[in-house]
């Protein structure tokens, strides 16, 4: 693949006396509605994502931001934990696409905990809403954390001796358990190695401001024990009326019994999934990624 197509334009978005920072790839001639794209974490800043500016052209925007705590927008790690609920970043995600003057006509991709918001976001049936897209994403935090320890039974005994031995000590922030938690990675999150630097800047931004990771998720992905651990949109996804596009990995963490509901419950749904990819297709098998969802996009404009 080219490199990342350079942003058109970056800004920053007003919001609770705050500011979300954002950019904006292509569009110098609109004809079609833009793509927002919802990175994951929470709190794991757009880097990760940014290959999907591929899919930018003259007529149609790609538009990235940083949700709210994380990246170049306005980190607030002193905030009470209740602080942080999705309702936040719903309300955060419309200030947005009110801003930019977009919210009569957009599409929307959601990734991993992108793909959590963006589904929240379409079962209340925006009128702008065109197409969505949730990729890697879990419906149900139940459903995540038993595939991702099923997937975990897996891995070398060693491995798995260590992080239980980190885990029952409280030592979780330990070099050796972070080391751990990286053959997890290799095999169900990024099987590029070593990662590719926009996903270790994403990374890197967790490790230093982790503060909605851990409020919202927990220390690692096998546990959640934060604000989300109850979080479930299964039972409202058949409020979903927009087209849906589907992607995951066949090694991916979002496993087929994670997807499954989405599947099953909204009515105008297509999946994809991508033979050689874990968690992030758009960066393990980036063309095929670029041209599946940049087909169903045109298909829906």
Known sequence: MPPIPAAARE?????????????????????????????????ASHDYTLRFAHLATPERAVIHYDQFGCGRSTHLPGADPAFWTVSLFLDELDTLL???????????LGQSWGGMLGAEHA???PAGLRALVIANSPPSM???VQEANRLRADLPAEVQATLLRHEAAGTTDSPEYEAATMVFYARHVCRVQPFPEEVARSFAGIAADPTVYHTMNGPS???????????????????????????????????????????????DVRWHIFPDSSHMPHVEETEAC???????LAEQD
């Open 11 to 43: 800004g920053n978005v007003p919001f609770r006396g705050h500011q979300t920072w954002y950019r904006i790839t292509g569009g110098a001639h609109a004809t079609r509605p833009p793509l927002v794209v919802l990175h994951g974490g929470p709190g």
């Open 290 to 296: 670029m041209r599946i969802v940049g087909d169903f």
């Open 98 to 108: 009110r801003h930019l003057g977009i919210a009569g006509a957009y599409h929307l």
């Open 142 to 144: 139940a459903l995540w």
């Open 221 to 267: 992905e096998f546990h959640c024990t934060g604000s989300l651990r109850s979080w479930s949109v299964i039972d409202r996804l058949g409020r979903i009326t927009a087209p849906t596009l589907l992607i995951s990995g066949r090694h991916d963490e979002a496993t087929p019994t994670v997807v499954q509901p989405f599947a099953d419950r909204i009515t």
């Open 123 to 125: 079962v209340l049936r």
